[in-house]
Nanobody
Framework: QVQLVESGGGLVQAGRSLRLSCKAS????????MGWYRQAPGEQRVLVAT???????NYADSVKGRFTITRDNAKNTVFLQMNSLKPEDTAVYYC???????????????WGQGTQVTVSS
């Protein structure tokens, strides 16, 4: 099994910054894509940013230029630096990882439990 543990959420004023972290642990051969999604109240979960093991990134248009995703592949950890936060960034942020099993060699998606980010105006 694989566990994703997030940290770094909280309450912050608009214009300030937060940094989210997510570490994957368990039975892992490799991790392809790793990243972040978010879900605001009454809305669907949407992509924020992802990064492949090779370093390719994908960002939601709404966060480009403000958020930066990085990874430490050796530690199976992904980070999300969020700058110039806006009230509309308020949501539960979920870590995501596409993990390949050493036993089956198959890939499966895993999700963290979510961390709340609240941006006040």
């Amino acid at each position: 099994q694989v566990q994703l543990v997030e940290s770094g959420g909280g309450l912050v004023q608009a214009g300030r910054s937060l940094r989210l972290s997510c570490k994957a642990s368990g039975t892992i051969l490799s991790i392809n894509a790793m990243g972040w999604y978010r879900q605001a109240p009454g809305e669907q979960r949407v992509l924020v940013a992802t990064m492949t093991s090779g370093g390719s990134t994908n960002y939601a248009d709404s966060v480009k230029g403000r958020f930066t995703i990085t990874r430490d592949n050796a530690k199976n950890t992904v980070f999300l630096q969020m700058n110039s936060l806006k009230p509309e960034d308020t949501a539960v942020y979920y870590c995501y990882a596409a993990v390949r099993s050493p036993r089956t060699l198959s890939q499966r998606d895993y999700w963290g439990q979510g961390t709340q980010v609240t941006v006040s105006s």
